[in-house]
């Protein structure tokens, strides 16, 4: 099989999330002491919280949402304020929620049902969220969330949080409401012709012109993310499967749990017809747009748009030795000065 | 929204099969004439014939199997033979597929049952294929399909009849099985985890290194065909869509039917780790596979791997005219020596 590519390491990914450190509360016996009824928050204030990326369906047990619940401490007492605004239905989200972390070993958590405008201007809410030390974003409808949530003082409150230090994770549509620019309705059908794509703001929590797409292998949504790039070159996309995060820490993001996450870059886009397509004129045609694959374990550079590998790689690229013969820079020389 | 590509004429694409011309057998006055007894065949022997490769769930109404049926001629009275040596029951889907080309206007249809290798080395089959004026391979499983035919009479007659001129049409399996190499089983789970792959001998009639998936975006197949591709950085992956075909003459292929075809190119594929996870030891992390879609009426050109819109726009591209005062030549001289 020819190998046209280096194989690197991936260790280095443990920067974006280094999982396997302590998280401040265990004893130097390496056993864990009482929970504190109000614990230390673990950020220092000095940059943005981590953001935890799941892409649906997150498993109480596994690794995804325990990325979470480790940032924030949850399991040695650490605060988690859950937002189910998303949801349909916020209150039996939000009991849900509860039970959800309680299943892995997280109690203190409080989710106000903020099920409309009104509770969003909520100034003990706000203050409830400054107060964490994780926050959830549940999943449901992207659009509700945001419109629900921006500009009130639960959502500043959110993003000051977030500013502060505060890890915060969102699942699904909680994940999808994070970026700039969020991307909903306008699945295709099977033969991918587009219905009612929207495109508009979002919290803006996640810059690098990311747009995040969930359920994603599950719900076969390549094509839809195919399209919002195509449509919008300069984005780039990043599908996430179900009970899989992407825990971005900076300009890097870690992949932690059961499947991938899909990203799609579509500057080097040649053509494509997606405002022929959007008006349900003809079916998508384009070439090209870069699709790579980060599994768990592996990190990804946001900044540059490709795996965290490449980008140390080529940092530290050097210049081949080569052996010279004695007089091979004289006849270099002559080479230059004759032609 | 930004313009970051041209958008260009699609028309072109008509070069690759032409279904708007007639099919010799339409009088000058426009009207069809009796369909003769013995059709003339429509090649001259001096070139390859088409192919067509169809996704699977071929409507007997449909533009991809219609493709196929005018360029036999099939609805004038051109002779079809059929292969369901794919199927697991052969002589039920020759069952089948009669009625099929009888919806679709086909009569003079003759399908022998082909479902062992000493029926493969049957003289008067081999004769059949050789007076077809198209040759239709039906679905199932392409590694039965090509182990059966592989190097028997029927087998060495299916590509003599192709390099004489005669068009041939493969669906599902019977598209998969036309390539070089093939590609069969080894469908990834959920999470992208692969389980046996296969990966074989063809029959060699489509070139370009290319690799063929079907049933593409209805059985959501990227991920196999990106594992495909990234082992082996060579290959160019073709996925087509059901109920839609790629028609290909020489090196240009054209998008017929319902859906789209995709192709994926690993020629630049810069780190994966394919061998790792085809032992089932990581989940496929890789940058990039470049993709990109091609719609209906749009042609490809399998020789550069790119849209032939795109391959005409680059081998036409003129200097761009800049207007100079009258001493820029001088100062530019000048710039040239001092620099």
Redesign the interface.
Known sequence: ??D?????D?AQGETAADLSSGDGKTSANGKAQPAPSVPHPRHDGSAPGPLVLIGGATDPQGDALGCFLHLAGARQGGKIVGITTASANPLHSAQEWTEVFAQAGADNVEIPVIDRRDRAQDRAIAALLRSADGILLGGGDQVQLVSTLGGSRVGRALREAHAAGVVVCGTSAGAAALTETILAGGEPD???QMHEMYIGPGFGMLGFRAVIDTHF??R?R??RL?MVVA????LMGLGI??DTALVVQGHLGKVVG???VT?V?G?G?????A???MRGE?????????????????SFNLQER??E??VRARAHEEETPVVRGERAEEFAARSVAGG
Do not use: K
């Open positions: 099989m020819p046209h590519h280096d194989r690197l991936p099977e033969y991918g292998a599950q076969r390549l094509q195919f449509q919008n070159p300069e499967d179900e059961r499947g991938s990203f870059d500057r886009v040649r053509f494509d017809n405002e022929e397509c003809a079916p998508l045609t384009l070439s090209y747009l870069r699709v790579g694959i980060i599994g768990a374990r592996y490709e795996l590998n490449l």
